[in-house]
């Protein structure tokens, strides 16, 4: 057998392989609530599953070369949108949920427009006042939106039924991370991934950076408002201190911690960050110093992320075979 087909079957196995993995993951998640019945805990990992999406949008923003530091607005724009639907015009979820992640994405891309041509730092703090001013913007219309006090009696999707909640939004996490995943492999994401490496190049050869720039936080703040929405049929109060700067400030640790090269960093640092301190709930005071103890190790021992560490661990018995063997 040429070395060609060896190669051509350590990849067809490492991907059957990874598919196994991926196949048992979704498999436990299905049967987690068959683990316990607390609605706490039910409710900590309904939370775990809508962060995976933001976080995960916001990883496919950042391929582009950009650090969307407005990120949680969005998702609140998208929460706002299905509250105020249902609880001023009384419709159903099924419509407001899909309308708050459409309206998202067009004042993604409308926002977007004007800052598309700034990169790095400039286009961080320029995200960064425009999620102020988002915020400034919800609170405003008291009338609509609750202002500070916050908007209250949103219809819940599921009254009294977590379980059946975190189905749905199991089904959801799945769905929007086939799409997110699609989207990076295709030639939009490739393409977003040539911009961020070099816009010069890009641009040299016809590529279009200001429409990709726009289409990657379109479809970002698609999944943000996704969940957003999907949040306000399930919390049925919002307050505009769950998609400040501070929440946008979480999802980037979060994708951090996880890995942003990779498209499983972010599911990775949000079960670690979400699920794992409610272990120790009892030490809540100190969650914040232990998440960014977990963020310094991550980024002086890790820089590519949890995910990363698997692959650390074989080079290091790798490394410690090859000194035995001298």
């Known amino acids: 057998m040429n ?13 059957w392989g990874k598919r196994a993995i991926l196949g048992l993951l979704l498999l436990l998640a299905c049967l987690l609530p068959l683990a316990t019945d607390d609605p706490y805990w039910m409710h900590v990992f309904i939370l775990t599953l809508i962060y995976i999406i933001v976080s995960s949008s916001f990883r ?20 706002y949108l299905a509250g105020m639907a249902s609880t001023l015009l009384g419709w159903p979820a099924w419509v407001t949920i899909p309308l708050g992640a459409i309206f998202a994405a067009l004042v993604g891309a409308l926002t977007a ?6 990169r790095a730092l400039y286009y961080a703090l320029a ?77 040299s050869v016809g ?29 049925t109060v919002l307050s505009y201190t769950s998609f400040n700067l501070g929440a946008t400030l ?46 310094l190790l991550v980024v002086y021992l890790m820089p590519q992320g949890l995910v990363s560490l698997p692959r650390l661990i074989k080079s290091w018995f790798a490394e410690r075979q090859r000194r035995e063997e001298e």
Request: glycine content about 10%; aromatic content about 14%; hydrophobic content about 55%.
């Open 3 to 15: 070395n060609e087909a060896v190669r051509s079957n350590e990849t067809t196995g490492r991907t």
């Open 60 to 79: 496919t923003v950042s391929i582009s070369g950009q650090l969307p530091l407005a990120h949680a607005a969005f998702m609140g724009i998208g929460a």
């Open 113 to 118: 427009y004007p800052f598309a041509r700034l």
């Open 127 to 203: 995200s960064l006042f425009l999620g102020m001013a988002m915020i400034y913007a919800i609170v405003a219309p008291r009338n609509w939106t609750g202002g500070r006090t916050g908007l209250v009696g949103i219809p819940a999707l599921f009254p009294d039924d977590r379980i059946l909640f975190y189905y749905l939004c199991l089904t959801l996490v799945v769905l929007s991370l086939l799409a997110l995943y699609r989207f990076e492999h295709s030639r939009i994401g490739i393409t977003l991934k040539a911009i961020a490496q070099s816009y010069l190049v890009a641009g």
């Open 207 to 235: 590529i279009n950076e200001l429409f990709y720039r726009i289409l990657a936080v379109a479809v970002g703040c698609f999944f943000a408002g996704l969940a957003g929405a999907t949040y306000a049929h399930y919390n």
């Open 250 to 295: 979480w999802i980037v640790i979060y994708v951090l911690v996880g890995g942003i090269g990779s498209f499983a960093g972010p599911i990775v640092g949000t079960v670690l960050l979400v699920v794992v301190p409610e272990i120790f709930r009892e030490l809540k005071a100190f969650v914040p110093y232990v998440s960014a103890g977990i963020l």
